[in-house]
């Protein structure tokens, strides 16, 4: 069965520090991965995908995403937070053959202290 | 281009009452999805369609929830009786096509109050 493990369910860093957000996967097929966030009181917005082109990913504001088969993991990274980036993030994995549907990590609550 | 619209945006009913969803996908997007989200939890598939037809209803609680798109459009989702348990933010998404690399693009939710 796939699915998505975010290690941190809540990450704290200052403006302009680096982001980490983890992100480990469980797929017996190789896998499509992405990252999406969500804003209070909005819906969610693709950051990113993975889709077994090249392994590093970037996405929109400065996102990037590294997926290594090795570890299982495909962790998001910024190299500096801003205060607009303080929101709720989750990895989600799709189901090989099934349609499209995604499967939601637990989410990660980022937050930006200034 | 228009994004995933839901109405309405908030509901608070009693237990046992009924409450519905209304869901409008992006044009031409033949997959639209419900999710449910309870409040420190991912988002959790509650039924997947392609264009008008069920694709996936295996964690759809049928007898009290329902659901169902019109024309391959428009989708509704209801619940009848409502439980406490059911509070939660009710996602609508949308994508192109049923594969596994597609973007689904989500709609604002509709958040419902149990009380």
């Known amino acids: 069965a796939q699915s998505v493990t975010q290690l941190d369910s809540h990450v704290s860093v200052s403006e302009g520090t680096p982001v980490l957000l983890r992100c480990n996967y469980s797929?017996?097929?190789?896998?499509?991965l992405f990252w999406y966030v969500q804003h209070p009181n909005k819906g969610l917005q693709l950051l990113l995908k993975?889709?077994?082109?090249?392994?590093l990913v970037k996405g929109i504001n400065g996102f990037e995403a590294e997926f290594k088969k090795s570890e299982t993991s495909f962790h998001l990274t910024k190299p500096s937070a801003h205060m607009s980036d303080a929101a709720e993030y989750f990895c989600?994995?799709?189901?090989?053959?099934?349609?499209?549907?995604?499967?939601f990590g637990q989410g990660t609550e980022l937050s930006v202290k200034p | 281009e228009a994004g995933v619209a839901q109405s309405p945006r908030y509901k608070i009913i009693e237990k046992r009452q009924s409450v519905a969803f209304w869901c409008n996908p992006i044009?031409?997007?033949?997959?639209l999805y419900w999710y449910q989200q309870i409040l420190g939890q991912g988002p959790k598939l509650l039924i997947q369609?392609?264009?008008?037809?069920?694709?996936?209803d295996s964690q759809l609680p049928k007898d009290r929830f329902s659901a169902e798109r019109l024309k391959g459009v428009d989708s509704t989702l209801k619940i009848q009786p409502a439980k406490l348990e059911d509070s939660a933010v009710y996602l609508c998404?949308?994508?192109?096509?049923?594969?596994?690399?597609?973007?689904?693009?989500f709609g604002q939710g509709t958040r419902l109050t149990v009380v």
């Open positions: 989600v994995v799709t189901l090989y053959n099934q349609g499209g549907k995604l499967i």
């Open positions: 998404a949308s994508s192109l096509v049923p594969i596994e690399n597609t973007e689904a693009f």
């Open positions: 993975y889709t077994s082109a090249a392994t």
């Open positions: 044009s031409g997007h033949a997959t």
């Open positions: 369609f392609q264009n008008n037809g069920v694709v996936d």
């Open positions: 797929s017996s097929y190789s896998p499509s």
